[in-house]
């Protein structure tokens, strides 16, 4: 059957097929950015509008991607296309200070509970990279604790335990000395990551952590995050969450506000950027002043941010999302969290309904879906996604018959936007549980 699908694919996308044979000649591997490939080859985007994408040979996808689930309100939203437009007619880049970001570090202030103070930068790797340098020369010490398979950008510093097993080198042209100052603590597991946390606790920086792993979508279980944040508070070490992808997703605050945890460092990104690259660590005052250009002395930290940090198009477009996010909370978040809620439940019923084994797990408006290869096994965190669940059937089988149906998914599943309309949901919902069927017939 997989063939079948396959040669389908091929049927349907061959100008894609004829764009990914020229990449190839030119880039390594034909991408840019490693998640963007799947095999055969991706499909190549020409537009995209609210929930939809188009590809160059003329098929619609119901998207949910949504752009490294940054388009909260969908692709090319209205509101923030005018104010691109507006902001272009008086320039593109002026490399100089400027208002727009004043007033956007305004806005993170007043709703990210953990910020007092803002440095921006151009994308969510560069934020943790920032992040772990500002947490080492504050409290003095090197050792950061990462989370077993969590994943926060390819900065040397974060490129370690990011695929099991966790024990070898993520990727060749590391220093030896990466893994010495980096180490993984287990997702969900308090016991175990205290455990680690106090066998470092000498020389331990940071715990820096996902509250929803986008490796998998397993939320923090209740007492684990509270754990860590008040170890943490005893061994001199700082918090850092990583809210490249929940931050202004799971609520106007993030995580921390859903979740009732401040860290002390906090990274954002994608949502915050209105659609344009950014980044941006966030926290406590007395840590970020430590980045001040004006008080350089023994501890001062480089953060320096990129020719294109804080420029007027990323910085106007994030103060208009984040003023909109801001405004219409009260029905946004609801909203998301009752569809994600739906759409998790119908999708593993479905599945299940048809005697294939599944699991749909998630929090707000992000969810993937799994295949364990037990029933009974537990999928409590990102290890035990990698380890205990059918990797290649979830994104290449599942991926491809999803897209035979008219719907582009991500680990299985990805993140809903408020452009995905009750009809768009229920059309998603129909395409898994076509896709059950033909699971069940294998």
Request: charged share 30%; net charge negative; aromatic share 8%.
């Amino acid at each position: 059957m997989k063939d079948a699908v396959l040669k389908d694919y091929r049927t349907r996308t061959p100008e894609s097929e004829k764009l990914f044979e020229r990449a190839k000649k030119v880039m390594a591997g034909g991408v840019c950015h490693n998640i963007r490939y799947f095999p055969p080859y991706p499909f190549y985007i020409k537009e995209a509008r609210g929930s939809k994408v188009w590809d160059v040979d003329g098929n619609e996808y119901i998207d949910l991607w949504m752009a490294h689930y940054e388009a909260i309100l969908g692709h090319s939203p209205e509101i923030i296309v005018n104010e691109v437009s507006r902001i272009l007619s008086k320039g593109m880049h002026w490399g100089l200070v400027n208002e727009y970001q004043v007033e956007l570090a305004e806005l993170i202030c007043q709703v990210v509970p953990s910020a007092e103070k803002v440095r921006f930068c151009c994308s969510g790797t560069e934020a943790t990279m920032y992040a772990v340098r500002l947490a080492r020369a504050f409290t003095g010490k090197s050792v950061i604790l990462k989370v077993e398979g969590g994943w926060h950008g390819a900065n040397t510093d974060l490129s370690v335990a990011i695929h099991s097993p966790y024990e070898e080198k993520e990727s060749a042209g590391l220093l030896p000395e990466v893994s010495q100052y980096t180490k993984s603590v287990p997702f969900n597991d308090v016991e175990g990551s205290l455990r680690i946390m106090r066998q470092n606790a000498e020389n331990l920086a940071a715990v820096l952590i996902e509250p929803v792993p986008g490796q998998g979508y397993v939320p923090a279980e209740s007492g684990y995050l509270e754990a860590l944040r008040e170890e943490a508070r005893k061994l001199d070490a700082l918090l850092i969450f990583d809210e490249v992808i929940d931050g202004f997703r799971l609520s106007l605050g993030g995580a921390q506000e859903k979740y009732g945890i401040i860290p002390d460092l906090t990274t954002l990104g994608k949502i915050l950027g209105g659609g344009m690259p950014i980044g941006a660590v966030v926290g406590k005052k007395d840590i970020l002043d430590l980045s001040d250009p004006t008080r350089v002395n023994s501890k001062w930290v480089l953060a320096g941010g990129g020719t294109f940090s804080a420029n007027p198009l990323s910085m106007a477009s994030g103060i208009r999302m984040i003023t909109y996010l801001k405004e219409n909370a009260d029905i946004i978040y609801p909203e998301l969290d009752r569809n994600g809620e739906r759409i998790r439940r119908e999708i593993e019923k479905a599945f299940n309904d048809n005697g294939v084994l599944a699991r749909c797990i998630g929090d707000g408006s992000l969810f993937g879906l799994h295949f364990p290869f037990k029933e009974e096994a537990e999928l409590r965190s990102p290890k035990d996604i990698e380890e205990l669940t059918d990797l290649e059937r979830r994104d290449e089988d599942l991926k491809l018959r999803m897209l035979r149906h008219g719907v582009h998914v991500w680990k299985g599943g990805g993140a809903l936007s408020t452009a995905h309309s009750d009809k768009d949901i229920q059309s998603i919902i129909e395409a898994y549980r076509k896709v059950a069927r033909e699971m069940a017939k294998e």
